[in-house]
Antibody
Framework: QVQLVESGGGLVKPGGSLRLSCAAS????????MNWIRQAPGKGLEWVSYISTTGSYTNYADSVKGRFTISRDNSKNSLYLQMNSLRAEDTAVYYCARDFDSNNSFDYWGQGTLVTVSS | QSALTQPTSVSGSPGQSITISCTGTSSDVGGYNYVSWYQQHPGKAPKLMIYGVSNRPSGVSNRFSGSKSGNTASLTISGLQAEDEADYYC???????????FGGGTKLTVL
């Protein structure tokens, strides 16, 4: 069965860095676009970033552009999000999600990992 | 990247039908048939309910249906059940970010 398991969240000070990971299993990871989507406490969903199957194409929400970097290692079935220059407004649960048709259809989500940015 | 517009809340009684709207622009909802809908129960990850405007993934009840007219997409839930009480989010491909934008979410209450 398809599984996505995020890790790497935690408490970090403003200006700090954190690297999230998402371990995928149960499907051919290299066949799918992957995404990071976040949800601030009590708020709605916000798309953060996507990466193409080979990693050749990436894109970011304006709110994180220049600070976050998405990457993947198809040999390890893993997705990553390097987050630098973190701000209080980056506090959220971060989900990795599979886009099954490469057209904004997120069919499997992880359980999420909480990132808290606070001094 | 402006969020799509959804009503904050909707409600209905068991057995009734409700519709949740999702309004965007010609750069997102109106310009592409890449609208999806997600159900989220408290403390849980979102679940895909509709993709490509009106397609249901395997395993999703046929009580859930999607449609689009102009810049507004809609999710209709018929035969409301208690377990349908959840938050619902729409999402669309958008040419402005060249990927995805979500609506603000709608809380569905089953009375």
């Amino acid at each position: 069965q398809v599984q996505l398991v995020e890790s790497g969240g935690g408490l970090v000070k403003p200006g700090g860095s954190l690297r999230l990971s998402c371990a995928a299993s149960g499907f051919i990871f290299s066949d799918y676009y992957m995404n990071w989507i976040r949800q601030a406490p009590g708020k709605g969903l916000e798309w953060v970033s996507y990466i193409s199957t080979t990693g050749s194409y990436t894109n970011y929400a304006d709110s994180v552009k220049g600070r976050f970097t998405i990457s993947r290692d198809n040999s390890k079935n893993s997705l990553y999000l390097q987050m630098n220059s973190l701000r209080a407004e980056d506090t959220a649960v971060y989900y990795c999600a599979r886009d099954f048709d490469s057209n904004n259809s997120f069919d499997y989500w992880g359980q999420g990992t909480l990132v808290t940015v606070s001094s | 990247q402006s969020a799509l517009t959804q009503p904050t809340s909707v409600s209905g009684s068991p057995g009734q039908s409700i519709t949740i709207s999702c309004t965007g622009t010609s750069s997102d909802v109106g310009g592409y048939n890449y609208v999806s809908w997600y159900q989220q129960h408290p403390g849980k990850a979102p679940k895909l309910m509709i993709y490509g405007v009106s397609n249901r993934p395997s395993g999703v009840s046929n009580r859930f249906s999607g449609s689009k007219s102009g810049n507004t997409a809609s999710l209709t839930i018929s035969g409301l059940q208690a377990e349908d009480e959840a938050d619902y989010y729409c999402s669309s491909y958008t040419s402005s970010s060249r990927f995805s934008v979500f609506g603000g979410g709608t809380k569905l209450t089953v009375l």
